[in-house]
């Protein structure tokens, strides 16, 4: 397997750091905004945005889990049944802009899912879409982020890896990688 870096550490947190400052600009002190992360790897990044927007804002921020699993159009075709995680959303969704958060934008199938998890906590006011990473050229569906760390031009075979030290890694880095 072949890796090759597409964010170190420093980077990593430069572009966490802007992504919260596009958040403010148009969210300003989050009374009306709630953050979801997706699960499993997106509450990782949420984490990580929660934080430094709580720093930075110095208001609570509200902040839940979502998972996506049962919502999923490939929950039954899958040889290995899937594992749920923990849906966490300790506050209602009725009205309220919502801000989705996943680790890297791929097919959209995810997002997809995620809207009708979502909707289950009710019917937000506003939903936007924030991604570390967009695969550009591999949507499955019309899916777009509002936010975006780093486009990135891969094909199918080629995979973004996304190490955090929150996850048990040594330092944050983001990886392309391809088996060759």
């Known amino acids: 397997m072949r890796k090759k870096l597409i964010l170190d550490a420093a980077q990593l947190d430069l572009t966490i750091s802007r992504l919260c400052q596009q958040l403010i600009e148009n969210h300003g002190n989050f009374s009306q ?3 979801l ?12 945005i929660h934080q430094k927007l709580s720093e930075t804002v110095k208001e609570p921020i ?3 889990y979502l998972d996506v699993t049962f919502h ?5 075709r899958r040889e290995i049944p899937a ?6 959303v300790p506050f209602v969704v009725e009205g309220r802009n919502v801000v989705l958060i996943d680790d890297v934008l791929f097919t959209g199938r995810t997002v997809r899912s995620a809207l009708d998890a979502m909707l289950s906590f009710g019917r937000p006011a506003r939903v936007e879409l924030l991604v570390l990473i967009d695969r550009k050229h591999t949507r499955h569906l ?20 996304v190490e955090l030290e ?5 330092q944050n880095r983001i990886w392309l990688t391809t088996n060759e």
């Open 33 to 35: 905004t709630v953050i």
């Open 62 to 64: 509200q902040i839940g």
């Open 142 to 161: 019309p899916v777009a982020a509002d936010y975006v760390g780093k486009y990135v031009d891969t094909i199918e075979t080629q995979k973004v890896l």
């Open 37 to 48: 992360g997706l699960q499993p790897r997106g509450v990782f990044l949420a984490n990580l």
């Open 83 to 88: 594992r749920a995680s923990e849906t966490r």
């Open 72 to 76: 999923r159009d490939d929950f039954r």
């Open 166 to 170: 929150a996850q048990g890694h040594p």
